[in-house]
């Protein structure tokens, strides 16, 4: 009997999403694609998720399943799971791939498929490196583009394109003619941690007769065997995937931000400071730092609530600020032994003596990037000496403009 694998290949780009899953149906033997069409998500009440699934040879079944309580993943579980656990009983199907529909964030998808107990060895994000600044400069909603997953969803193009890219360790890149270096090095800068893989590249097979369980082709046993090619692509469906580690890269608290860059005109700065900001000056900021950069990101803290970490999340000129919990060196030391050792790793490594790990870690990355103003503009939103040498006390008397970002 096949152990079924499942790889999921998420994206707005829907022409390289589509590439890549095509990609892989070609080169594994026994492999299926399951699509849920959420086009018309926002129908109101009789709204209907329209589920594909098709191998190499074409469309295999359809099936329909409504909108649950307006939400799609609710949706997807109630219909994905199931059918995945069809696939993997009848032991015949070596790879499913779950293409995710264009505005379906891979994380909560992911979740999804592992809670279920079904072998997740894969999370990609297919990209058109030509189509990475559009995107994450495009502040609106997705309800305007047709692209709205439920009728209450609020998110935007650039923000829920920043998280697909963002959360995935694999991205397929379907190169096409308009991408130049800038988008390129864009691409890299954006995740330097991922793993990039062209559409229609091609590895060497592995040596040895006992050929690819990946693919299922078999190396002949000759002294001199031909040179077997397969698509890059199948190595990384099938290399495994943790979504704990990959939850923990995306908090706030641990996340793996991108580092120092400058290439092809793109520039990555990491700002990074233990002083905490000024509300009312960081707030009067925030409409030039929004728009400084193309996608920014990090966690910082405020003087009047040093206690709260609060998450800066920026894509198409919007920004999200939201608290995510206390600051580690805010919690009682019997409350540590709860907290998840790499989030006590990413603690260390900011640590200081006075103010624990609370500190300002903040990443801009944009072509054209205005390192010096920027710093600048960000220098001024800290507390001054004589403000700093006030204490804490004073501090928390300060205005609180970040209520209505908070909702407090």
């Given at each position: 009997m096949t152990q079924l694998s499942v790889a999921i290949v998420g994206g707005l780009h829907a022409d390289a999403r589509r590439a890549a899953v095509e990609e892989l149906l070609a080169a594994v033997p026994g492999s299926v694609a399951l699509h849920h069409d959420l086009s018309t998500a926002t129908d109101g009440p009789d709204a209907r998720v329209v589920r594909t699934v098709r191998d190499a040879a074409g469309l295999i079944s359809t099936g329909e399943t409504p909108l649950v309580n307006d939400c799609a993943c609710c949706a997807l579980r109630e219909d994905l799971v199931?059918?995945?656990?069809?696939?993997?009983?009848?032991?015949?199907?070596?790879?499913?791939?779950?293409e995710l529909w264009d505005s379906v964030e891979p994380k909560a998808m992911a979740e999804v498929v592992a809670a279920s107990g079904l072998r997740l060895t894969s999370v990609t994000t297919a990209v058109d490196p030509a189509l990475l600044l559009p995107y994450l400069a495009n502040g609106d909603d997705l309800a305007d583009r047709g692209l709205a997953a439920a009728t209450t969803d609020q998110r935007t193009v650039a923000d829920t394109f920043a998280r697909q890219l963002e959360y995935a360790p694999v991205l397929a890149v379907l190169d096409s003619e308009e991408a130049d270096e800038e988008d390129r090095a864009l691409l890299a800068q954006l995740h330097p941690t991922a793993r990039r893989v062209p559409v229609g590249s091609e590895v060497r097979a592995p040596e040895g007769g006992a050929g690819n369980r990946a693919t299922g082709h078999t190396r002949p046993a000759v002294d001199n065997p031909p040179r077997?090619?397969?698509p890059a692509l199948v190595d990384a469906a099938f290399a495994g995937f943790d979504v704990e580690a990959a939850a923990a890269a995306q908090h706030p608290a641990s996340a793996l931000l991108p580092t120092d860059a400058d290439e092809h005109?793109?520039?990555?700065?990491?700002?990074?400071?233990?002083?905490?900001?000024?509300?009312?000056?960081?707030?009067?900021?925030?409409?030039?730092?929004c728009c400084a950069a193309a996608r920014s990101r990090g966690r910082f803290w405020l003087a009047e609530r040093p206690d709260t970490l609060l998450h800066w999340d920026a894509a198409g000129g919007a920004l999200c600020v939201e608290s995510v919990g206390p600051w580690l060196a805010s919690l009682p030391d019997?409350?540590?032994?709860?907290v998840p050792p790499v989030r006590r790793a990413a603690a260390a490594?900011?640590?200081?003596?006075?103010?624990g790990d609370r500190c300002q870690h903040l990443v801009f990355t944009s072509p054209g990037l205005d390192r010096d103003g920027l710093e600048q503009l960000l220098e001024s939103c800290l507390l001054t000496d004589a403000e700093y040498a006030a204490g804490r006390a004073a501090w928390e008397r300060l205005p609180r403009p970040f209520d209505t970002f908070l909702e407090v």
């Open positions: 199931p059918e995945l656990e069809r696939l993997a009983d009848a032991g015949l199907t070596r790879l499913a791939v779950v077997l090619l397969r005109g793109v520039t990555t700065l990491v700002w990074h400071r233990t002083r905490p900001f000024h509300p009312e000056r960081l707030y009067a900021a925030l409409e030039d730092l019997a409350a540590w032994d709860m490594l900011d640590w200081h003596p006075e103010h």
